[in-house]
C-alpha cells in the first residue's frame, strides 16, 4: 500500500485510480468502488462484493470511510427533515431535505458556522468554526440518502457558511456529485446560494460544470443591505451585479434572487421598484421568503400579511417573475443554524 492516511470521501476519482495503479490493480476498480459509495450508499469495503477479499481487506485497512456522525434528525409536519451531524473533531453542522411533490432537495453545509455575520441570521451570530473537507460536504448529502433509502433529486448549497468561500471543497464536491461514475446528479439539479461573494462568482462563470445560482440579496441598495449582510462593504452592489451579468451571459443561466421580507426593513413597495431596477436586464426569478425571527435580533420580525401583500402586487405590477416561498419545516426550526445554535 501507498504510504500514508486517506479518507475515501476525500479522494477524487483520479486520486482513486491512481492508488489502485500503485497498488497493481486495474485502473477500473476506481468507478468500482465509487459505485458502491456513490450510487449503492455501500460504505463497508467488506461489502464490495465485486473486489477480491485481499482487495477489501487492504481497503478495509488503509483508507477510512469517515462519515458524519447523525446527532439528532427531526422531522416536521409537512416532511422536512434536518439533520444535526457531529464531525471527527466535535464540530456540529445542520443539512435539511425538503420534499416538493415527491422531489427531494437537500439543502446542506459548506462551513462550520459562518464569519460572514449576516444579521438576521442565527448561523452568523454563532460565528465561524472551519471550512468543511470535499468529504465532510459530500458525507451529508450520501448519509441522508442512506439514511432515507431514496435518492435525492437536487442539491443547493445553502445551508450553514457561505460556498463561495469554500470554493475548492465545494466545487471538488460538486464534481463528484455530477461525475457520471459517481453520483451521477445532473449540473441543472446543483446550485449554489451565495450572499454575494463576487470572485467566486466569476469563478462560477467559468466552472466546467454548469451550475445554477442563487444570490441572497435581501435589500436593493448598498446603504440598507450594507446594515443586514456586512459582506456588501466589500462586494458592493455594482461590482456583484456586474459578476451576476457575466454569469448571465457565460451560463445562459437564470438566477434565483433570494429576498427574506423583514417588517418595515425592507418590505415597503418602494424597495420592490428599486429591486426590479436594480436587477434590470438580467431577468431574475425572485424567491420572496417571509422571514424567521431568530433570538438574537428581537427587532427583526416577519412582515405583515398586508406588507407582504403590498410587495407582491408591486412585482406583479412591474412584471417580475416571483414566488412567495411556503414556508416548510417551521415546527423544526429548519432555517439555517438554528439547530445547531441551540445546541451550543
Ligand atoms: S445568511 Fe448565509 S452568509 Fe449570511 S451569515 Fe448566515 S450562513 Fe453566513
Known amino acids: 500500500m501507498i504510504e500514508g492516511t486517506y479518507d475515501a470521501l476525500e479522494l477524487t476519482l483520479s486520486d482513486w485510480e491512481i492508488l489502485f495503479e500503485a497498488l497493481g490493480e486495474p485502473k477500473f476498480r476506481a468507478s468500482q468502488v465509487c459505485q458502491w459509495i456513490y450510487s449503492k450508499k455501500e460504505f463497508n469495503y467488506h461489502s464490495m462484493s465485486n473486489l477480491s477479499k ?25 416532511g422536512t427533515k434536518k439533520y444535526l451531524w457531529s464531525l471527527n473533531d466535535g464540530a456540529k453542522i445542520e443539512s435539511v431535505i425538503l420534499n416538493h411533490g415527491g422531489h427531494k432537495t437537500a439543502c446542506i453545509s459548506s462551513q462550520a458556522g459562518c464569519p460572514l455575520g449576516c444579521i438576521f441570521c442565527r448561523t452568523g451570530a454563532n460565528g465561524f468554526k472551519r471550512n468543511l473537507t470535499r468529504g465532510e460536504i459530500l458525507g451529508q448529502f450520501l448519509m441522508m440518502e442512506k439514511i432515507n433509502g431514496a435518492d435525492i433529486n437536487n442539491v443547493v448549497f445553502m445551508g450553514m457558511g457561505e460556498p463561495l468561500l469554500n470554493e475548492d471543497n465545494v466545487f471538488s464536491a460538486i464534481r463528484s456529485l455530477n461525475d457520471k461514475r459517481m453520483r451521477n446528479l445532473g449540473a441543472r439539479h446543483i446550485t449554489i446560494s451565495t450572499s454575494g461573494i463576487v470572485p467566486g462568482i466569476k469563478d462560477l462563470a467559468d466552472f466546467e460544470i454548469p451550475i445554477r445560482l442563487s444570490l441572497s440579496l435581501h435589500a436593493p441598495n448598498d446603504e440598507l443591505r450594507s446594515k443586514l449582510m456586512p459582506v456588501n462593504k466589500n ?36 424597495y420592490a421598484y428599486e429591486t426590479a431596477a436594480l436587477l434590470d436586464g438580467l431577468e431574475p426569478y425572485i424567491n420572496l421568503i417571509p422571514f424567521n425571527p431568530i433570538p438574537s435580533r428581537p427587532d427583526l420580525q416577519r412582515s405583515e400579511q398586508s406588507r407582504i401583500k403590498a410587495f407582491c402586487n408591486a412585482l406583479t405590477e412591474l412584471k417580475i417573475e416571483f414566488e412567495l416561498r411556503k414556508e416548510r419545516g417551521t415546527d423544526i426550526m429548519a432555517a439555517c443554524g438554528q439547530l445547531a445554535g441551540s445546541q451550543q
Open 54 to 78: 485481499t482487495l477489501r481487506e487492504k481497503l478495509s485497512n488503509n483508507i477510512l470511510m469517515s462519515l458524519p456522525i447523525m446527532l439528532r434528525q427531526q422531522v416536521s409536519k409537512d
Open 235 to 270: 462586494y458592493p452592489l455594482q461590482s456583484l451585479l456586474y459578476a451576476l451579468r457575466r454569469y448571465r451571459e457565460r451560463t445562459g443561466e437564470r438566477i434565483t434572487i433570494e429576498y427574506a421580507l423583514i417588517d418595515r426593513v425592507n418590505d415597503s413597495p418602494e
